[in-house]
């Protein structure tokens, strides 16, 4: 079936250790979305890639950054973990190509625990 | 900008009883909106959708109805089971531009008892 899938399902991690965190996809959409959701709060979407092309959200810290090396891949990593960085990382995927079909699709996420 | 409300939870219900969860949006123009669900350590799993007015999404007997006229998308279900207990976001994506961005509502947590 195609999906997709973050890898490891829990990460943990040390204060100030980086650390990446892995996303893949076999939809073949041309859009991966990175989202940080903290308990009981909704996903906050650190940033996207439309293709090649990265876009930043305007309040999404440095110490995190996004690398994407094909279309199936994307990464996060977090150059320098903090307590408040602890959290569930989501990603999501969707196709623009269409025009018309824009859902998102998420992955089962990956719980970071900053120690 | 955009904006999703829905009703604060959590929302406490015996097994066969029915649901409704408020969803109401603020956006220009027709956006598409979404019901996912969240089960607990898990990612979201899109439940339904809709993409233009009066359209009715439904999915393992849930259902919403996309109401330009009161710009809401309530989520329903005519009779609910244990394993309903999750978390229910409401979204949007913008009908023009805004890159495919979702914005979501707060989340309503459901409880299903015996």
């Known amino acids: 079936d195609a999906m997709v899938i973050q890898n490891p399902r829990y990460q943990v991690t040390q204060f100030g250790k980086p650390v990446t965190l892995s996303c893949s996809q076999t939809?073949?959409?041309?859009?991966m979305y990175w989202y940080q959701q903290k308990s009981s709060q909704a996903p906050k979407l650190l940033f996207h890639y439309y293709d090649k092309d990265f876009n930043n959200e305007a309040d999404t810290p440095d110490n995190f950054q996004s690398r994407r090396p094909n279309t199936s891949f994307c990464f996060l990593d977090i150059r320098s973990p903090g307590l408040g960085d602890a959290a569930m990382y989501l990603c999501?995927?969707?196709?623009?190509?269409?025009?018309?079909?824009?859902?998102?699709?998420f992955g089962p996420g990956t719980r970071l625990l900053v120690l | 900008g955009d904006s999703v409300t829905q009703m604060e939870g959590p929302v406490t219900l015996s097994e066969e009883a029915f649901l409704t969860i408020n969803c109401t949006y603020t956006a220009t123009g027709y956006p598409s909106l979404f019901w996912y669900v969240q089960y607990p350590g898990e990612g979201l799993q899109l439940l339904l959708k809709a993409t233009k007015a009066d359209d009715k999404g439904s999915n393992k007997g849930f259902e919403a109805t996309y109401r330009k006229e009161t710009t809401s998308f309530h989520l329903e279900k005519g009779s609910v089971q244990v394993s309903d207990s999750a978390v229910y976001f409401c979204?949007?994506?913008?009908?023009?531009?805004?890159?495919?961005?979702?914005?979501f509502g707060t989340g309503t947590q459901l409880k299903v008892e015996l």
């Open positions: 979204a949007l994506t913008p009908s023009t531009g805004g890159g495919n961005k979702l914005t």
């Open positions: 999501a995927t969707s196709s623009l190509r269409s025009g018309t079909e824009e859902t998102q699709y």
């Open positions: 939809l073949n959409h041309n859009v």
